[in-house]
Nanobody, 130 residues
């Protein structure tokens, strides 16, 4: 059973930094595209970043390009989201997600699209406020 657990969310001042972690169990992260998403109260879930399985290619939402970096630690079976220069509009619950094994087997490239993913973590909360 695929299992994802996010951590690292916190209250931070504007301009600050955070690193979120997405720890996987039950599967090898290297074999799966992984996405990070966020959802603010009253808003739809939006894609933030993703990393592909095959070559580690990354993609980012325009709103976070140049500020966020997604990376993967194969030994720890963990994907990270390093967030810099945080803004109040970055606040929300952050989720990592993986596709189903059937999808992962045929699509190593990641998509910043929630419908691509079948497994989700429970989320970690980020609050950016002074």
């Amino acid at each position: 059973q695929l299992h994802l657990v996010e951590s690292g969310g916190d209250l931070v001042q504007p301009g600050g930094s955070l690193r979120l972690a997405c720890a996987a169990s039950g599967f090898t992260l290297d074999d799966y595209a992984i996405g990070w998403f966020r959802q603010a109260p009253g808003k739809e879930r939006e894609g933030v970043a993703c990393i592909s399985a095959s070559d580690g290619d990354t993609d980012y939402a325009d709103s976070v390009k140049g500020r966020f970096t997604i990376s993967r630690d194969s030994f720890k079976n963990t994907v990270y989201l390093q967030m810099e220069s945080l803004k109040p509009e970055d606040s929300g619950d952050y989720y990592c997600a993986a596709p189903t094994p059937e999808v992962a087997a045929v699509q190593p490239m990641c998509l910043i699209y929630p419908g691509f993913y079948g497994y989700w973590g429970q989320g970690t909360r980020v609050a950016v406020s002074s």
